[in-house]
Each structure stands twice: as structure tokens, then as C-alpha cells.
């Protein structure tokens, strides 16, 4: 190695422990690492000089390597505000259609249908000429000159290659480019001018996902509210990330009258939705600024002896019911003559009482053929008549109930489950791979050890199986039924052949690649539990499995909290959970937590996955749940130089010690991994 390549890889390595990646770069560049280079342009965003270096990279591949790092190119000219540079090489790859998706992304509708139109695959794309080659506008300044001088696509371009991200915005909004608007609203972090871009171009799920990450301190907060509770209501359905949106727009009360209606709307939802505490909360709210309005006294009282519900209803059916009893045990009862008791007799000492006569021994019992009994002590005296110690004998000599027979290869289980194979065996009881003699399919068999069947942990089972048939999605593992074979019960369920990601994560490190696609992968599953009002609570690498086909699927939802349930399978106080995996909140009132306690979790996951070690640790529980509460962890970057800034910032927001610092879905996570996988 020369002595200018070796200077070049060290100021380059020098460069990236310092996150200067524009200067890293470059020094790969001269070093001739090109790879090398297009990695720290784009672990800094410098998209330009990633997509050049990418072409550089491409030209050194094979055909079959190619065209994966050409299309990466394209994108990177896409980011940098270089679309038809973008486009050229979508359509040099025959990427007709990538073209054509890249340009509707933007609002450019004009050029899509050309491009789409055009069968040469020379198309020359119009209005973008002065972005991208006049270099007067490349500063801020000069992007200002060309929108105070009218030339507004122009002015628009420059912003965008810039990553002047809210210039970019503002002009494409008032160009009535709303999609194109609303993605540079989102870049820009301005979450409401977002979901208000994509309101106007009648996209509602992505306003939508926008409008809930609005933080209660942004100025727009209670008109975010508002929005979202309107779409929930042309919906008829209240999703859960509305819930945690609104939770401090109800709690504060109705501080103008023109938010009266969306008070009542998101009360009637609750309603809907059969929750009655919080429909009657909103009531209340309307009722303290406007008692008269439409009717909400009425509907309020209608909600409160809704609320108090099934227990009082019950409790006045048993009172009923027992007065009933009382009546007909009257009506029924002999009469006892009363007896007279006089204070006399009250005083008067009990007699004493004889000691009972000792029992005679028990005959000798006759040998039986083939069989032993153990016989207790009884009664039969040696004068007692042949028919009374006939029947002793026949006493003694009746069969014990039988035992079912014990777990094992080859048993049929009630009938109709034959046991295959073992393929799991733990503190909690055993899993076999069986087959379902009556439907002709292979499924999984999980029993619970007898001495494990209690009250609660029966509960937990009736409980993951009806929230697992709620949820359909291929992220989610299917369970089927809830039996009992003697005194153990059992789950029947989905066949998996693969193990779970602890297993996998004890065993090796994850490339980066394959812990993005997987994290998407449970963001997915869960979005999908979370849209159900369901919080898992129990999210960590052992409730994930990976199928042999490089399918995630989530499992285990035995202590999983519904958001409206009354009474759940824990108590105020009680922590739960996996100690490494558990949100601040969940160690200090596991009862309540929200969704984000799930997301919490999933950066804990992804810590790990990324650095090969969980956040905090330890070997005992306590130290570990301080440390969630009061510690900071170590920056993932720190523990692989690999990790990019914007993959790191990612996982640290997730683990951010207050909910409403975090990222808010599993639908937003989903979406900002992919962006980053598609790098």
C-alpha cells in the first residue's frame, strides 16, 4: 500500500470517528475505496457525491451486482433533488414503472405521463432545467432571488436540492403540489403542514399517521386533534394512536366553543367502542362549558349507569335472587317450637361426658388375586353380620379412577390430536409437533405442566387465544384452541419450523440489512395488534420467531392489556415483563401503560440487534429496572462505528425515558427503517 492511500484511510478513519462523513468520504474517495466512500457520503446525506460514487461502484460489479447498486444510485439522485438524472437511470435499467411511481411521488404528474407514455426510453423531462444546471442557484440566497423574481419551479428545485426542506414545502403548497408539499413537511419534521398537505390531495391514512404525531406543545395540537377525531368519526372507528393523541386535548376540556362538536364526536366513538368512563369523561367536558348542548345531559347519564354496568346489574340480580331463597326457605321450612331459656339456665355448668369405648381391631381381610389395597380402620365390629363385612370388601375393592396416560410420541389426545414429536421442553411444560386427525393438518400442541394450572395462568391462556383471533396478518402467529387433556391444558396452534430470534441473537450478530427487514417486519405485526387497542406488554427476542423462510412472527399475548378493558390479569403496581425489555413506565405501573411502552421494547430489540447487547443488563432485577428509569444508554455508534447517525438517532428516540418523546407508531418506525433500507 502506497503512503498516500495509507494517509488517505487514516485521515478517512479519523474522519468518521468524528461523524465529519462529507470529509470521510472524501478521503476514501482518494484512497480508492469507493464503497467505502458511498457508505460514509451516505451515513452524512450527502446524496450528490453517494450517487456519483455510486456510479463509480457500479461500473467495477457485475451484471448480476449492478443493477442493485444502480438503483441505489437512482435514489440518491432522487434525494439530492437530481430527478432526471434519477430518472435516466431508472429508465437505462428498464425500470419504466420506478420512473414513473419516483415522478407521481413528487406531484410531477406531467412528466409521469410522459415518461409512462414514451416507449424510446430518451424522454427529456421539462422544468427542471434551471434546478439542476444553473448553479447560481445553489445557496440559499440565489433559491430566495428566484422566488422573489416569480420563477417559483425553479425556486422549488433549488430549495429541494439544498434540503431546504420548509422553503421546499411552503413553495410546493402554494404551487398546489400538495403530496410533493406534504413530504417535505414531513422531512422538515412539521408533522401538522404534513397531514394538512395530504388531507388536500385525499390521502386520509397518511394525514392520518401525521396528525397523531403532533405533540400537545406544538401550536397546532388541539386543530390536530380535531382533524383526527373527524376522520375517526367518518370512519366510525377510534384507532388507538387517536387515543394517546387526544388523551391531553379531553383532559384539559373544550376551551372553545367550536370544539363542542368534536367533543361530542369523539364521545360517541367511546360509546360505540363501549367505553363509558371515557365517552362520560367527554360528556362532562361539553357539559362544564355548554350544559344545553344537543343531548349530552341526557347521554351522559345514559354513559354513567352504563358504566357502572355488569357489577351492579349482578349485584342486584344476586341481591334478588338471595331474597328469593330466603322466601322460599320460609315458605317450606317446618315450624320449630320455640323453647324458653331463663338466665337460670344459662349459668348452669354442662354435664360432664363419658369417655367413648376404644374401637375393636379390624378382621383380617381375605388375600385378593392380582390385586394390593391399602384398607383403613373401620367400624366393622368381629360380631358384625357376614352382609356387613361383605360389603367392606366390596368397598375396598372398588378401582381407583384411571390416569390418562402420560405425554409421549405416538398418543392420540382426545381422540383426535396424534403427537408426533417433541420439539420443546421447558419449566412451564412441553411442546410437540402434532396432527389434527380430523382436519388432516400438522400443527403445534403447547401443554401446560398440571402443576402450573392455576386460576390466572388459565386466564392468560383463554386470553391469548381469543386476542389471536382477532388479528390476521401473517406477522402474527395463529393460535387455534384452548383444551384439557387430564389435568394439564393445552394450546393448539400454528406450525413453525425455524427458532426464535433470542436463540438467533445468542448465537450470532444480525447484518444490518436483516435487522431492518425483521424490525419492519414485527413494526408490522404490531401496528396491527396496537390498531386492535391491545398493548403486548411482553415484546423481547424470545416472543419473536423467524421461520425458516425469513418470516417474523410474533407471539405470546398471555399478558397483554386491551386499552379499554375493565379489570385485566394484573394489578395496579405489579410489574411484569422481561426486566431488559421493559419501559420505565411499565416498571413503575405495568397496569397502565400504552402502546409506547411496545415501542419502547422494540428499541431494546433493536439495540441489541445493531450492537449485539441489550441496553442495560444485570444479574439481578432491580439494578436493571433503575437503570430504565434513570440512566441513559450507551450510544449504539460507540459499540459498531458501522451503525449510520440517522439508524442510531432512530433507536435512542425509541428508548426515550417520557412516551411522548418517542417515536408515536409502529406505523411511523416502519416507515423511517424503510426509508433507510432503501439507501
Request: include cysteine.
Amino acid at each position: 500500500m502506497d503512503d498516500d492511500r495509507k494517509r488517505a484511510l487514516a485521515e478517512a478513519r479519523a474522519a468518521e470517528k468524528r461523524s465529519d462523513w462529507k470529509a470521510a468520504g472524501d478521503a476514501f474517495a482518494r484512497a480508492g475505496e469507493s464503497e467505502e466512500a458511498a457508505r460514509a457520503y451516505l451515513s452524512g446525506g450527502e446524496f450528490a457525491q453517494a450517487a456519483q460514487t455510486l456510479l463509480r461502484v457500479a461500473s467495477s460489479r457485475s451484471a448480476a451486482e449492478r443493477k442493485g447498486v444502480l438503483v441505489k444510485a437512482a435514489i440518491c439522485f432522487s434525494r439530492a433533488g437530481d430527478v432526471p438524472q434519477a430518472v435516466r437511470v431508472f429508465l437505462d435499467l428498464g425500470e419504466r414503472q420506478r420512473a414513473v411511481d419516483l415522478l407521481r411521488s413528487l406531484g410531477d404528474t406531467v412528466n409521469a405521463a410522459r415518461v409512462e407514455t414514451d416507449r424510446t426510453g430518451r424522454v427529456q423531462l421539462v422544468g427542471y432545467a434551471a434546478a439542476v444546471h444553473d448553479r447560481s442557484a445553489q445557496d440559499v440566497e440565489a433559491a430566495r432571488r428566484l422566488e422573489a423574481a416569480g420563477k417559483k419551479e425553479a425556486a422549488l428545485e433549488a430549495y429541494a436540492a439544498l434540503k431546504q426542506w420548509g422553503d421546499a414545502a411552503r413553495i410546493a403548497r402554494a404551487l398546489g403540489k400538495h403530496e410533493r408539499a406534504a413530504v417535505y413537511f414531513a422531512e422538515a419534521d412539521l408533522p401538522f403542514d404534513a397531514a394538512e398537505s395530504f388531507l388536500a390531495c385525499r390521502d386520509r391514512d397518511r394525514a392520518l399517521s401525521h396528525y397523531v404525531t403532533v405533540s400537545p406543545e406544538d401550536p397546532a395540537y388541539r386543530q390536530a386533534c380535531a382533524r383526527a377525531i373527524t376522520i375517526c368519526a367518518d370512519r366510525s372507528t377510534l384507532s388507538f394512536d387517536v387515543e394517546q393523541l387526544t388523551t391531553e386535548f379531553v383532559g384539559s376540556g373544550v376551551q372553545q366553543d367550536d370544539e363542542l362538536p368534536t367533543f361530542y364526536a369523539i364521545a360517541l366513538l367511546y360509546e360505540a367502542q363501549q367505553s363509558f368512563d371515557q365517552a362520560a369523561a367527554c360528556y362532562r367536558k361539553i357539559v362544564e362549558r355548554a350544559p344545553s348542548y344537543r343531548d349530552v345531559e341526557a347521554r351522559l347519564r345514559a354513559c354513567v349507569d352504563e358504566d357502572r354496568g355488569t357489577s351492579a346489574k349482578d349485584f342486584d340480580r344476586i341481591v334478588k335472587e338471595e331474597q328469593s331463597f330466603r322466601e322460599a326457605v320460609k315458605r317450606h321450612a317446618t315450624p320449630v317450637a320455640p323453647t324458653a331459656w331463663s338466665a337460670a339456665d344459662l349459668d348452669r355448668p354442662l354435664p360432664e361426658l363419658r369417655d367413648l369405648p376404644a374401637l375393636p381391631d379390624l378382621p383380617a381381610l381375605p388375600d385378593l388375586p392380582g390385586r394390593q389395597f391399602a384398607v383403613a380402620a373401620s367400624p366393622v365390629s368381629p360380631a358384625a353380620p357376614p352382609a356387613a363385612v361383605a360389603a367392606t370388601h366390596l368397598f375396598a375393592r372398588q378401582p381407583a379412577p384411571l390416569a390418562v396416560e402420560p405425554l409421549r410420541e405416538g398418543l392420540v389426545v382426545n381422540g383426535r390430536y396424534r403427537l408426533d414429536k417433541k420439539i420443546g421442553q421447558g419449566g412451564m411444560g412441553a411442546v410437540f409437533k402434532a396432527f389434527d386427525l380430523d382436519l388432516d393438518e400438522a400443527i403445534a400442541m403447547k401443554f401446560l405442566a398440571a402443576g402450573l394450572v392455576d386460576e390466572e395462568t388459565v386466564g392468560r391462556f383463554k386470553q391469548e387465544v381469543s386476542l389471536s383471533r382477532q388479528f390476521s396478518h401473517p406477522n402474527i402467529i395463529r393460535l387455534y384452541d384452548l383444551g384439557t387433556y387430564g389435568d394439564s391444558k393445552y394450546l393448539t396452534m400454528e406450525l413453525l419450523e425455524g427458532e426464535d430470534l433470542g436463540a438467533v441473537l445468542k448465537r450470532e450478530k444480525l447484518p444490518l440489512d436483516k435487522a431492518i427487514t425483521l424490525l419492519i417486519q414485527a413494526c408490522r405485526a404490531l401496528q396491527v395488534v396496537h390498531d386492535h387497542g391491545v398493548v403486548h406488554r411482553d415484546v423481547k427476542p424470545d416472543n419473536f420467531f423467524l421461520t425458516k423462510s425469513g418470516v417474523l412472527k410474533v407471539m405470546d399475548f398471555g399478558i397483554a392489556k386491551r386499552s379499554n378493558a375493565r379489570k385485566g390479569l394484573t394489578r395496579a403496581g405489579v410489574t411484569a415483563g422481561t426486566p431488559q425489555y421493559i419501559a420505565p413506565e411499565q416498571a413503575n405501573d405495568f397496569g397502565n401503560v400504552t402502546h409506547l411502552a411496545d415501542l419502547y421494547a422494540l428499541g431494546c430489540i433493536a439495540y441489541r440487534m445493531l450492537t449485539g447487547q441489550v441496553p442495560f443488563d444485570g444479574n439481578e432485577v432491580l439494578p436493571i429496572l433503575v437503570a430504565h428509569l434513570t440512566q441513559e444508554p450507551a450510544s449504539p455508534r460507540t459499540l459498531d462505528p458501522a451503525i449510520s447517525p440517522e439508524l442510531e438517532a432512530i433507536v435512542l428516540r425509541l428508548l426515550a425515558k417520557q412516551p411522548a418523546e418517542r417515536i408515536q407508531s409502529c406505523r411511523e418506525l416502519a416507515a423511517q427503517l424503510a426509508r433507510i433500507a432503501a439507501k
